[in-house]
């Protein structure tokens, strides 16, 4: 038996708050619930330096990546800031996604009804701000992913599992 374990890098920091962050941790942490999804990902830009990233999955703390540093905020922890509006998600079953050819199989108008209400929920980012909201799909390990970038008109991109499928200008019309 080998002794020889990854190193799990520093200890990654347990915090209550991530200050001008904490609207952006409350929209993901409601988002997951509002939308059923299994994870809920922003790219926030943080003034001169490189953007946040602020990434919250299904029962895992929320991680705050910022300016080299990574903290940890609980799933459950407190809001600390008002939960804004949020787009109405319909419930819909997994997706079929095929991660080799991008296709996806769904209730019909479902994706687009996915897109929609990620990309309104995106408004709720600041401007630049980008937002991925991903469900399971019925291929475990294979998740559908919408990306939308708050308050912009750049086409969208659906993802399966690792593949990004960007979509033509003006979709869903």
Do not use: C, K, Y
């Amino acid at each position: 038996m080998s002794t020889d374990a990854p190193d799990p890098g520093p200890p990654v920091a347990l915090v209550a708050s991530v200050g001008e962050l904490d609207a952006v941790v409350t929209l993901l942490r409601a988002l997951l619930h509002a939308s059923a999804a299994v994870r809920a990902t922003a790219v926030v830009p943080d003034g001169d330096g490189p953007p946040a990233v602020v990434d919250a999955a299904r029962l895992l703390p929320v991680e705050v990546a910022r300016g080299g540093t990574v903290v940890h905020l609980p799933h459950a922890g407190p809001a600390g800031e008002p939960v804004p509006d949020l787009p109405v998600f319909r419930p819909l079953p997994p997706f079929d996604a095929d991660p080799a050819t991008g296709e996806i199989a769904a209730p019909l108008g479902g994706v687009e009804h996915r897109a929609r209400a990620t990309a309104a929920a995106a408004g709720n980012l600041p401007a630049g701000s980008v937002l991925q909201l991903s469900w399971e799909s019925t291929r475990p390990g294979s998740p559908f992913s919408v990306t939308a970038r708050a308050a912009t008109d750049e086409p969208f991109v659906l993802g399966v599992g690792d593949e990004a499928f960007p979509m033509p200008a003006g979709w869903p019309g």
